[in-house]
Every structure is written in structure tokens, then in C-alpha cells.
């Protein structure tokens, strides 16, 4: 099983990390740790479901696994079964955090490494080093306000990171291949129309929809061309802890426990369909040990919700008034809307009832329970959040401002005196290396440099 060497990451050692910062900015480190007294308090959500395990199958490379819906895959097939060694596959980006995961340290079907899909030779070494038979790709940009304004790292992530894990899943032969999909790829539904089912036409209007769309194409290509046995699934909405809190749900509940006002895009009016996070484990359990291979399953709840009621619903758990328009507007208000933004996605989820799931959490209850967590957790989870919670941040990597602040950035070769700090230290420790080496060479002629 796993060489381990990559885990037990402390504190100390991690915190900060060697990352730098720019200017006005916040450096979101996905290592940085939550002291023992939080995570060991945080309860250990996993799944429900538990199947007879599949006997062929043994290492599961599951990608993405210290982002949201993933952290929580994880937890539910380590713990639940440990006839199968998992090893978490992240590159750990801003929204990820190895707290998701920290639970799972010491279990000996646990792993982690550090790796980015979009690595042919980062993917090659986790396939070869963990004799891995399976894969679950959950691995994505996954927020579409920031498609609009950074598409080319939601192509790159998203369909070319999709190629190299198909690529080398081939070349590996792997026994099942899993994508994570999205209700998106289908595109907006009038509200009269009938709900889709896997057989509708895909028809994204976002570039990051766009951009699973085409990953679907990449993936459904290798079934035919490679018979690459894949399952593909196109889930609703999710929500629920340990979402990032760039996220309607988690950014509001985060605004609201900081006593500030709710930024609705647009009108308020667009619905989505909802999934609890425990709810999306089970049914992905379901595909994985009763799907048959070559089909595509929606994941799909009954509960639509607009914006507005998303709102509503909160300032109710928080016992803020909002019956009237002028409550309603002490706590709610409407900035610009996306560039374009989908009214409703609507998908029908008969196909997957006939494997027996069905979501068992109602939306309520699941926002109560969520909304509970994030006021013990969410504002230490990920580090500081502050830049994320306001309207329209900008993300530069690990880095994070405000789009005001981002608009106020010198230019590039206009370099602001932090910059110009960093760039000076990077010269005179070039300079440094390069005198010692030529002082080695005269000094050692023999050595070898
Ligand atoms: N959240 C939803 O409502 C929802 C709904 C339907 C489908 N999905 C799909 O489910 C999957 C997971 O979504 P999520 O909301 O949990 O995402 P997330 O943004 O919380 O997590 C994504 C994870 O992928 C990792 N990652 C990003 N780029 C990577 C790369 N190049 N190499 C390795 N790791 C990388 C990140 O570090 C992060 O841990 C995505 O494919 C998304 O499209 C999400």
C-alpha cells in the first residue's frame, strides 16, 4: 500500500509554506493547519451507504480529494470500506484544504500526494506507485464566476486536465473510471419543460459548463475509441460543510455570521436544484458498486430554491426578521448580475432510483446542519476568508483580492515596491550562487559542480 512519506505535515513546518504574497492580497495555503482542538471537534461526516465490495477492485485514485464533494467521497470509502486503499490526488489549490482530509492520517488505507492532473508525469507516478485499478475524477475549476473572467485555467483544468488522466488511465488500464459531471452541461430549462434525462442534448452556456461539456466529449471519445470502462454522472447543486465559501450557500452563512449584508447577483430569481453533500457520497457509492459501466447517471434532487429563498431560509435559521421588504433590505442587496447566468437546470434522476437512491436529506434540514457547522468551523477551516466573501474576488493562484483591489495592481513591467523587493532578492541570490559556484570551480577544479 501508499508509501506514506507524503503525509504527517506539521504545523510548524507548513504554515506559510515559502508561498509569497503580493500586495494587498490574501495567500490562501491549503496546507495550513487547524489546531487539533478544532478538527478533532468537527464531526466526521461521511456517507450512508455501504455495499458488498467489488472484489476486483483495490486502489482508488480519487482526484480533487481536499476539495469539497471529494473530501467527502474520501472520508465515506475510507472508513466505510477498508478492503479498498484510497489515495487522495490534489494539487491543492485555493479552495482545497488538507483539513478535510486531516481525520484520515493515521488509517492505514489512506494516502495523500500532492499532484496535478494536467502533469502526465505527476499522474503516471500515482497510477504506478499506488498499483491503482480505479479512478474517480472530481478534480475542477469548479466556479463559474470565475469562468468569466479566467476561462483559459477552466479549459486547461478542466478538459485538458480530463485528457492526461484519460490518457494515462488507458495506458495504465484501469479498471473503472468515474467523472464527476454537471447538471450544467445541459444548460437552462424553461420552467414548463419536462426535467432531462441522460439522453438530452448538452447545450452549455458558461465557460466553465462549457468547459465539462467538452471534458464529457474527451471522456465519452475514449469509451469508444479505447473501451475505457467509464461511468459518467451529472449532478445538481451541492452544498453542505466544507464547501468553500466562495459558494452561494457557505458565503452567505459566513456573511451573515459576520453580521454583513447578503450581495445577491442579479434579480435573485435563477433556481437551482440542491443535493446534500452526504446525499451526492451515497449516490456515487451506488454508481460505483451497482452502475453499470459505459452509462451516464443524472444525480438529481427535487429541491429548487432561487437565490431570494436561499436568502429567506438563512435569515430565518439566524433569527434575523426579513417578512417585510424593509428587513428583507436591511440584510439583502442586488449588485450586477454574472455576464449571463442560467435560469434553471432541471434533470431527472429515474434512472439512478432504479439502483435504489434517492436523497434522503430535505433542503431545510440540510441548511440547518450546514449553517451550524460553518458558524463553529468556517472561520478557521480555510484561513483568512475575508477577500473571498466580497462580491466579485479576483484569484491569481493561491492569491486572493478584492476585484478593486486586483483593478488597482501596477500593470505588468510596473512593478509595486513589494514586487520590486521580491524581484531584487531573486537577482542578488542568482548572483550569489553564481560567484560561489565560480569560486568552487577555481578553488575545486576537480569538483563536480
Ligand atoms: N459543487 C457543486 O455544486 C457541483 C455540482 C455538480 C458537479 N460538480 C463537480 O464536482 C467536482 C468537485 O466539485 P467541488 O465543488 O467539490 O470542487 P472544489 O472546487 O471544492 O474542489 C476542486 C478540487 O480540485 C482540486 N484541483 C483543481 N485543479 C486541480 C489540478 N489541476 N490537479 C489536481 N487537483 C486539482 C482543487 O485543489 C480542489 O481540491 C467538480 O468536477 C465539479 O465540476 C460540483
Known amino acids: 500500500m501508499p508509501d506514506r512519506s507524503t503525509r504527517s505535515i ?17 495567500l490562501l495555503n491549503p496546507k495550513s493547519y487547524v489546531a487539533p482542538e ?45 478492503e479498498y486503499n484510497v489515495v487522495s490526488f490534489d494539487k491543492l489549490d485555493y479552495c482545497a484544504t488538507l483539513n478535510n482530509t486531516r481525520v484520515l492520517d493515521n488509517h492505514p488505507n489512506f494516502a495523500f500526494e500532492q499532484g496535478d492532473i494536467t502533469s502526465d508525469a505527476d499522474v503516471k507516478k500515482c497510477l504506478r506507485k499506488h498499483k491503482i485499478d480505479t ?29 492526461v488522466l484519460l490518457e494515462r488511465a488507458r495506458a495504465h488500464g484501469v479498471k473503472r473510471f468515474i467523472h464527476i459531471s454537471t447538471d450544467e452541461v445541459y444548460g437552462d430549462v424553461a420552467d414548463d419543460a419536462d426535467d432531462l434525462s441522460e439522453t438530452s442534448l448538452l447545450a452549455p452556456t458558461n465557460p466553465y459548463s462549457a ?123 442586488h449588485t450586477e448580475d454574472r455576464p449571463f447566468n442560467d435560469h434553471r437546470y432541471a434533470t431527472d434522476g429515474a434512472k439512478l432510483a432504479l439502483l ?15 449553517v451550524d457547522w460553518y458558524r463553529r468551523f468556517g472561520e478557521q477551516w480555510w484561513g483568512d476568508i475575508s477577500r473571498i466573501l466580497t462580491p466579485f474576488p479576483v484569484i491569481e493562484g493561491n492569491e486572493v483580492w478584492t ?8 500593470s505588468d513591467g510596473e512593478l509595486g515596491p513589494e514586487e520590486k523587493r521580491i524581484a531584487w532578492t531573486k537577482k542578488a541570490l542568482h548572483n550569489l550562487q553564481a560567484s560561489s559556484d565560480t569560486f568552487e570551480r577555481r578553488t575545486r577544479p576537480d569538483a563536480a559542480l
Open 10 to 26: 506539521s504545523p510548524v513546518e507548513h504554515y506559510g509554506g515559502g508561498m509569497k504574497r503580493r500586495r494587498d492580497s490574501t
Open 38 to 82: 478544532v478538527w478533532t471537534q468537527a464531526p466526521l461526516l461521511t456517507g450512508t451507504t455501504k455495499f458488498e465490495p467489488l472484489p476486483n477492485i483495490k486502489n482508488i485514485m480519487v482526484t480533487g480529494g481536499a476539495g469539497f464533494i471529494a473530501c467527502w467521497f474520501v472520508r465515506h470509502l475510507t472508513l466505510t470500506y477498508p
Open 135 to 163: 479512478i474517480f475524477h472530481f478534480a475542477a475549476q469548479s466556479h463559474v464566476d470565475l469562468s468569466f473572467g479566467n476561462s483559459y485555467q477552466f479549459t486547461n483544468t478542466n478538459v485538458y486536465g480530463t485528457h
Open 211 to 333: 468547459s465539462k461539456a467538452a471534458a464529457e466529449m474527451m471522456v465519452n471519445a475514449y469509451r469508444k475509441s479505447f473501451k475505457l470502462p467509464v461511468i459518467t454522472v451529472r449532478a445538481n447543486n451541492v452544498y453542505g460543510p466544507h464547501q468553500f465559501p466562495e459558494k452561494i450557500i457557505p458565503k452567505f452563512i459566513m456573511l451573515l455570521h459576520r453580521g454583513s449584508k447578503l450581495l445577491v447577483h442579479g434579480d435573485g430569481s435563477p433556481t437551482r436544484r440542491y443535493l446534500y453533500a452526504g446525499d451526492i457520497v451515497d449516490a456515487l457509492d451506488t454508481i460505483f458498486h451497482k452502475g453499470v459501466i459505459g452509462q451516464i447517471y443524472n444525480i438529481a434532487s427535487k429541491d429548487e430554491v432561487s437565490n431570494t429563498e436561499i436568502c429567506h431560509k438563512l435569515l430565518d435559521i439566524f433569527g434575523l426578521p426579513h417578512s417585510t421588504p424593509e428587513e428583507f433590505g436591511k440584510w439583502v442587496e
Open 356 to 370: 435504489g437512491w434517492y436523497p434522503k436529506t430535505d433542503f431545510d434540514d440540510g441548511l440547518k446542519m450546514t
Open 403 to 410: 476585484r478593486e483591489e486586483h483593478d488597482a495592481l501596477p
